[in-house]
């Protein structure tokens, strides 16, 4: 269900102002880099699903693979707005609309926090495949813990 509070004036001026704090954009500038773009500084669907899986693992663990998989597509096609990439600014919408989505309150510290998290398990994930024994020796967790 949808907490229509959350679309006011005021909170969507709350967004905007959060969006563009400079602690923010670091934050979710970072989560950002650990995605691999083309020579075009484009964002692929295969780069953009690998990552969106990891991302949606972690905070919904309870899909399964092909609800998954449903639920990446779908979130491909409205991002990229079905142009086949995307630029990093609409990556970073994307990004940001997940912090919207698992923050509890329209708050800058919690979405830094968010970003954070967010970074950190993307970035483990990855160094996890570097590792001996790859990503099966490492231990999943959860993002909203």
Do not use: C
């Given at each position: 269900m949808v907490d229509k509070k959350s679309y006011t004036k005021e909170?969507?001026?709350?967004?905007?102002?959060?969006?563009?704090?400079?602690?923010?954009?670091?934050?979710l500038n970072n989560v950002i880099n650990l995605y691999e773009f083309d020579a075009n500084d484009h964002l692929t669907k295969a780069e953009y699903s690998k990552m969106h899986t990891k991302i949606a693992k972690a905070v919904r663990s309870d899909l399964k693979d092909k609800a998954l998989a449903r639920l990446v597509e779908q979130d491909?096609?409205?991002?990229?707005?079905?142009?086949?990439?995307?630029?990093?600014?609409?990556?970073?919408?994307?990004?940001?609309?997940?912090?919207?989505?698992?923050?509890?309150?329209?708050d800058t510290f919690q979405y830094i926090a968010f970003f954070q998290r967010l970074h950190q398990l993307l970035r483990d994930e990855v160094d996890s495949l570097d590792a001996p024994g790859g990503a099966e020796s490492s231990n999943p967790y959860n993002i909203l813990n």
């Open positions: 909170n969507e001026e709350k967004r905007k102002n959060i969006q563009s704090n400079p602690l923010v954009m670091e934050a491909w096609k409205h991002d990229s707005k079905s142009k086949g990439y995307m630029e990093k600014e609409e990556l970073a919408s994307s990004i940001f609309e997940l912090g919207d989505v698992w923050t509890p309150d329209i």
